[in-house]
């Protein structure tokens, strides 16, 4: 597609429930990377995806978090067991294999946890 | 290790006038630098960014930044700033830490544009 599509763009969910949020890149673009924005704070790294390399995962608060990238395409973030600190918009991001093109971002997903 | 410091949370200033945003950026390699805008309910748009070269970089919608290596800033400004620049405005480092490009982003700046 022409930009990074994410979906859904708003999630409502009870605590303790299952959430997955879904990121498709710019075709061609072998990296993929999900931020999390929460009110007033800057972008907190989750997760990089580079092509068929292992996934940097440094970023992932617990391991109630996880994701997985499909075909070295479209990738789900999941968030299990939701509470309500996870409320925040999650924002995927792709660029082309070393970074010197920017960053794609796509309009994000604002998850809140009732 | 690299790290991004965006020293103002707010800024506000009337239209018309010059505004600065400044961003201050550790990392033990070259780096790349990038700006992004955000406005309310969307993603991040890419303004501009330094690669190399010329430490005077163009972007979109009157904004430039100037990258200085020994003062290690990059401050972003705009001779005359519209209403429509209000918005969320961070500031971006990334390098090839171990072969791949995460980029670190500052906390944000909110430019709030007065008539």
């Known amino acids: 597609g022409a930009g990074v599509s994410q979906s859904p763009s708003n999630k409502v969910t009870e605590k303790g429930k299952d959430v997955e949020l879904r990121c498709d890149p710019i075709?061609?673009?072998?990296?993929l990377y999900w931020y999390r924005q929460s009110l007033g704070q800057g972008l907190e790294f989750l997760i990089y995806?580079?092509?068929?390399?292992?996934?940097?995962k440094s970023g992932l608060p617990s391991d109630r978090f996880s994701a997985e990238r499909t075909g070295g395409s479209v990738s789900t973030l999941t968030i299990q067991r939701t509470q309500q600190e996870d409320s925040a918009v999650y924002l995927c991001?792709?660029?082309?294999?070393?970074?010197?093109?920017?960053?794609?971002f796509g309009s994000g997903t604002r998850l809140t946890v009732v | 290790a690299q790290s991004v410091t965006q020293l103002d949370s707010q800024v506000p200033v009337f239209e018309e006038a010059p505004v600065e945003l400044r961003c201050n950026y550790s990392s033990s390699v070259s780096v790349y630098l990038f700006w992004y805008v955000q406005y309310p309910n969307q993603g991040l748009q890419l303004l501009l960014k330094y690669l190399s070269g010329s430490t005077l970089v163009k972007g979109i919608n009157g904004f430039e930044a100037e990258f200085n290596k020994s003062q290690t800033s990059f401050h972003l400004r705009k001779p005359s700033v519209h209403i429509s620049d209000t918005a969320e405005y961070f500031c971006?480092?990334?390098?090839?830490?171990?072969?791949?490009?995460?980029?670190?982003f500052g906390r944000g700046t909110s430019l709030i544009v007065h008539p």
């Open positions: 971006a480092v990334s390098g090839p830490a171990g072969g791949s490009y995460i980029p670190t």
């Open positions: 991001a792709s660029t082309p294999p070393d970074g010197r093109y920017g960053y794609t």
């Open positions: 995806f580079q092509g068929n390399s292992a996934p940097d």
């Open positions: 075709s061609g673009h072998t990296a």
